[in-house]
C-alpha cells in the first residue's frame, strides 16, 4: 500500500487470524474523478438507497476481501480508522473481480466501481479506502 494512515486510533485488542471482524468503510476511485463506490454515514454511492446498511463481516487470513484491506485491518484496535491508498496489484482481482470484497451496497456505487475495474489501461485503478474497524469477534 502507498498511504498506510490512521485518522483514529483505536483502543483494546487487535485482530487474530481466524477471528471476524466487522467493519464500516467508505471507497473512492482516484482515477475516475474521485468517485465516491461506497460510503459510510452518508448518502451511498450517489443515491438514496442503502440508508440501514449492513457492516461488512469477514474473516482475517481467509482471503474473502482484498489483499490491501486484509493487510489494513492488521494492527489497528476497535474504534480505529485507518485511510489507505491501494494501488490495482493489491486490489480487486483484474479476471475476478466480483469475488472479493468488500463489495458496495448500492447499485450506483457497484457501477462506479465496475466502470473502472472493467477498463483495461484507459483508467488509473488506484483506490482510496477509509476503514472503521467496529468488532472483533473471537473464534
Not at 42 to 58: H, L, N, Q
Amino acid at each position: 500500500m502507498k498511504l498506510n494512515q490512521d485518522l483514529r486510533v483505536g483502543s483494546g485488542p487487535t485482530p487474530k487470524i481466524g477471528e471476524t471482524v466487522v467493519v464500516d468503510w467508505d471507497g473512492y476511485t482516484i482515477g475516475y474523478y474521485g468517485r465516491i463506490f461506497e460510503a459510510r454515514n452518508k448518502t451511498k454511492g450517489g443515491s438514496f438507497e442503502g440508508d440501514d446498511k449492513d457492516f461488512f463481516k469477514f474473516r482475517v487470513g481467509s482471503q474473502e476481501v482484498i489483499p490491501a484491506f486484509e493487510e489494513a485491518i492488521t494492527g489497528m484496535a476497535i474504534g480505529g480508522i485507518r485511510r489507505i491508498i491501494v494501488p490495482p496489484e493489491l486490489g480487486y482481482p483484474d479476471n475476478d473481480y466480483n469475488k472479493k470484497g468488500p463489495r458496495p451496497t448500492t447499485f450506483s456505487g457497484q457501477r462506479a466501481l465496475d466502470f473502472v475495474l472493467r477498463n483495461q489501461g484507459l483508467i488509473d485503478k488506484t483506490l482510496l479506502f477509509d476503514i472503521e474497524l467496529l468488532k472483533i469477534v473471537p473464534k
